[in-house]
């Protein structure tokens, strides 16, 4: 089973954002590593000069590059910078919007988890068009998940693993909203949270999570008590999407139980203990409303429902 | 002139849409195999094919909606509404899965295929892919669009376009959206519906009402305030920025001063959201936008009734395709 480390999802300062890809590659024991801004075009200058050398140590550490594309592309600048990334001599593209496909005619490429496969079909026109590596999209469940690794054999399936749970991609900026500001004059207010801006119902009950134009959730995917399961359905990947907390060390607690070293439950504390105070949730992985989550329990790695429980 | 294309959720509204001047109607089997999947609503397979016979005998087209992406393991249920809706002499089908599309360009190849909102085709390489793998003729254009941009992209696009100019409004990027499977289980996507009834309750406090999508607050109602429906991309909810409506206002699209802005854009058709609405609804929008389009046509003022009774909150925008927040 491999690890992937998905792309930088928050306004990071590029300083930061280079620095963190850098540790990566020396420490980290991931095998994928997908690097780019997918979230918002109007950020990209700014990391687009640090991208050559994250991707040469990246490459030099020994982990396979992914160049990652938007997830929605509308603006002129937008369809430029998409295929411009598609025509990178040698690299290995992660499609996160159709608009990239046709730009990539067939070549070898990547589908991230923002295009949507949600059965065999799509995931085999896929395959025959070129995809190498699937990353699913994250409110599929098990079974789904299941029968579509099955199908594509010679691609490496992908489940989103860990990380607040992308649910939406809007045209329109919340953060600028939120601070009273037009889109195309936003100051770039999303770097104040550089872990996305908590949003709680009129109750205080902890919901959703705001980065610009995307919407993800509050909690925090954790599939690690599923990760058996999940090898015996053929899946060959799991993806670590970074949040503000010490991503190495996400990896490594997710490569112990992998490999033996540790048991569920001493990962998942710490997990905990490595980014506190957000809730984990697999429920889409169980058919159940995506904010729940389900405590693995040994009997689940036979496939036995799981029950219902807190952290 | 632009076409008009009208929603049904029943026979009987495939009718008043007819009666009402629609040019098409749009609607789907009642399975999951449609994004309105709600009890009471769409069409057995014997209804479809009266309904799709009813229509040509009345110089009407109808577009069969099979907008879901299928589920895995179960891709047959889907293949056979394709099946089924050719079969039944659809004028073309409306669908949003890869699969599907492929499955339907090879086994119908003579069948109009038409490009879901679902599928957030938002420019014109994306259309150009979907126009050349699958020989779609249409693409329904996702709403998170200006008009200027709509018109640089129906320029350059590789087949027609298809906008909505009035109902509900996703203000997410429709198809890409899996707000309500986080609260309820149920998606858009996969069981075609969004903010289901089955997951909504409604709470009687000292000081109003209390509406909750899945155990989640999403609004609260003072006690001289009705209380809406609870979409979820609609409530109100908090941060530390603010309160208040954080992704939009619950209202309703609404863009008859637009008509002319889509026309000049060389948009083909036009679109009316609410399969899930009654046969009033239908008949009343659909009258609406049939007189603009002939004011349109005649260069004179429309003397237009007001569709504020059909507007969620009983408040309408011009959504994305007059950008203020651009």
Redesign the interface.
């Given at each position: 089973m491999q690890l992937s480390l998905g792309p930088v999802l928050y306004n990071w300062a590029p300083e930061r954002w280079r620095d963190f890809y850098l540790r990566i590659a020396d420490e980290a024991p991931v095998d994928v590593v997908s690097v780019g801004e997918i979230v918002c075009s109007k950020r990209s200058p700014f990391f687009a000069d640090h991208i050559p050398a994250v991707v040469e140590r990246l490459e030099s550490a020994g982990k396979q590059v992914l160049l990652s594309s938007l997830?929605?592309?509308?603006?002129?600048r937008?369809?430029r910078q998409?295929?411009e990334l598609a025509s990178v001599e040698g690299a290995m593209v992660e499609v996160n919007?159709?608009?990239c496909?046709?730009?990539l005619a067939g070549r070898p490429h990547a589908i991230g988890p923002?295009v949507?496969?949600?059965?065999?079909?799509?995931?085999?026109?896929?395959a025959a068009h070129g995809a190498k590596r699937i990353c699913l999209?994250?409110?599929?469940p098990l079974?789904?998940?299941a029968?579509?690794a099955k199908a594509i054999p010679d691609v490496t399936t992908e489940v989103f693993a860990f990380g607040r749970?992308p649910?939406?991609?809007?045209?329109?900026?919340?953060h600028?909203?939120?601070?009273k500001l037009?889109?195309?004059n936003c100051r770039f207010v999303c770097e104040k949270d550089p872990d996305g801006?908590?949003?709680?119902?009129?109750?205080?009950?902890d919901?959703?999570t705001?980065n610009g134009v995307q919407?993800l959730?509050h909690t925090c995917a954790n599939l690690l008590g599923e990760a058996a399961i999940l090898r015996e359905s053929k899946v060959g990947s799991l993806r670590l999407s970074p949040q503000d907390c010490d991503m190495v060390e996400i990896a490594k607690i997710f490569r112990d139980v992998l490999d033996g070293r540790d048991d569920v439950d001493g990962g998942n504390r710490r997990l905990a203990t490595a980014y506190p105070g957000v809730p984990f949730s697999n429920?889409?992985l169980w058919?159940?409303?995506?904010?729940l989550y389900h405590r693995a329990r040994s009997g689940d790695m036979q496939g036995v429902a799981p029950q219902i429980g807190g952290v | 002139m632009m076409e008009l294309i009208c929603p049904a959720g029943t026979p009987a509204a495939l009718r008043s849409a007819i009666d009402a001047g629609a040019d098409a109607i749009y609607c789907g089997f009642n399975d999951e195999t449609n994004a309105r999947n709600f009890p009471g609503l769409n069409f057995s397979r014997d209804e479809m094919r009266k309904s799709i016979a009813l229509a040509h005998g009345r110089g009407a087209r109808v577009l069969v909606a099979i907008n879901t992406?299928?589920?895995?393991?179960?891709?047959d249920i889907w293949h056979r509404a394709v099946d089924d809706a050719v079969s039944a002499g659809a004028d073309a089908l409306i669908l949003?899965?890869?699969?599907?599309m492929?499955?339907t360009a090879r086994r119908h190849p003579n069948q109009r295929l038409h490009v879901s909102v679902q599928?957030?085709?938002?420019?014109?390489?994306?259309i150009?892919?979907?126009a050349?793998t699958f020989g779609a003729k249409r693409v329904v254009l996702p709403r998170?669009?200006s008009v200027p941009?709509i018109a640089?992209i129906t320029r350059e696009s590789a087949c027609e376009t298809e906008v909505f100019v009035f109902g509900g409004l996703c203000?997410?990027?429709e198809?890409?959206?899996?707000?309500s499977?986080?609260?309820?289980?149920k998606?858009p996507?996969?069981q075609g519906v969004c903010s289901p009834p089955s997951h909504v309750t409604y709470e009687q406090t000292a000081d109003g009402t209390?509406s909750s999508l899945?155990g989640?607050?999403?609004?609260?109602f003072g006690l001289s305030e009705p209380a809406g429906y609870p979409t979820l991309?609609k409530?109100?909810?908090?941060?530390?920025?603010?309160?208040g409506y954080?992704?939009?206002d619950p209202v309703s699209l609404d863009a008859t001063t637009l008509l002319k802005g889509m026309r000049d854009a060389g948009v083909t058709a036009l679109k009316i959201e609410g399969r899930q609405r009654g046969r009033a609804y239908v008949e009343s929008v659909v009258r609406h936008f049939r007189r603009a389009l002939a004011a349109l046509e005649s260069g004179s003022e429309a003397d237009i009734a007001s569709l504020k009774p059909f507007t969620e909150g009983q408040a309408s925008t011009l959504g994305?395709y007059r950008?203020t927040?651009?």
């Open positions: 997830i929605l592309v509308s603006l002129r937008e369809r998409t295929e919007d159709l608009t496909l046709r730009a923002f949507n496969i949600y059965n065999e079909a799509s995931a085999a026109f896929h999209p994250p409110e599929l079974a789904s998940v029968t579509i749970v649910l939406a991609i809007s045209a329109r900026c919340y600028a909203r939120l601070h037009a889109k195309d801006l908590l949003l709680n119902t009129l109750e205080q009950q919901f959703l705001i919407t959730s429920g889409f058919a159940e409303p995506g904010h | 992406f299928p589920r895995a393991s179960a891709v949003a899965d890869i699969g599907l492929d499955y599928s957030a085709a938002a420019n014109p390489d994306a150009a892919f979907y050349e998170v669009l941009e640089e203000v997410m990027a198809g890409r959206c899996s707000l499977s986080y609260a309820t289980g998606s996507n996969m209390k899945g989640f607050v999403i609004n609260r991309c409530g109100r909810f908090s941060t530390a920025q603010g309160a954080i992704f939009e994305a950008k927040w651009r």
